[in-house]
């Protein structure tokens, strides 16, 4: 269990501890639909995409924290098949609300199963 404890530890420290730059859940506080679908240089992905992206692997990461088995290769795809939609879904405001309001219940949870 020591092992399992200090990794437990590094994740947690990787998401808000010291070691982190800013705190995510402040990056995206107050950024609008419009902002968020934004690209700030061709050929790049905009804050959107890239909170969608990270939502599906936070997803992936919950089931690994709760031993609930997770299948790398459907989630790569999963992932993979979801940043070619969201810029369909980037038409309604409540999906950018919704995905921010995903990724903080999902913080939530990994600061509370950690």
Known sequence: MIVMDALNEVVKESM???????????????????????????????????????????DIFLKNIKDEPADWDEANRVANEQLTQTAQDMLSQKTWEQLVDDFKRGFDEANTLL
């Open 16 to 58: 808000v501890g010291d070691c982190t730059h800013s705190s995510v859940l402040e990056v995206f506080k107050g950024l609008t639909h419009d902002q968020a679908i934004e690209k700030p240089i061709a050929n790049s992905l905009s804050s959107y995409e890239i909170l969608y992206h990270m939502v599906v692997w936070q």
